[in-house]
């Protein structure tokens, strides 16, 4: 069983940065992609904003392009997502997921973590 636990989320001004961590504990020897989505208030889905592969390349959604950095440690497991200049339009629960190869394939998502921007 994989299991992937967030932190970092909390409440912030607009123009200010927040740092989520997530990490993946359990049975893992490889992964894939890792990436972060998002549901902001009162929306019905969660969109995604950014991920990044095994060997480092990464994308992002246009609405966090040049303001959010995405990273992952393939030794522990974790993937980082680095807030700057954040907005109030950024308001949203954070979920991070991760892509596990082997030796069981799955997508497994984490739990969640709130992020507030205050205008």
């Known amino acids: 069983q994989v299991q992937l636990v967030e932190s970092g989320g909390g409440l912030v001004q607009a123009g200010g940065s927040l740092r989520l961590s997530c990490a993946a504990s359990?049975?893992?020897?490889?992964?894939?992609?890792m990436g972060w989505y998002r549901q902001a208030p009162a929306a019905k889905r969660r969109d995604w904003i950014a991920?990044?592969?095994?060997?480092?390349?990464?994308n992002y959604a246009d609405t966090v392009k040049g303001r959010f950095t995405i990273s992952r440690d393939n030794v522990e497991n974790t993937v980082a997502l680095q807030m700057n200049s954040l907005k109030p339009e950024d308001t949203a629960v954070y979920y991070c997921?991760?892509?596990?190869?082997?030796?069981?394939?799955?997508?497994?998502w984490g739990q969640g973590t709130q992020v507030t921007v205050s205008s």
């Open positions: 997921y991760v892509v596990v190869l082997t030796p069981t394939p799955g997508h497994y």
């Open positions: 359990g049975t893992i020897f490889s992964i894939s992609a």
């Open positions: 991920s990044i592969t095994s060997n480092g390349s990464t």
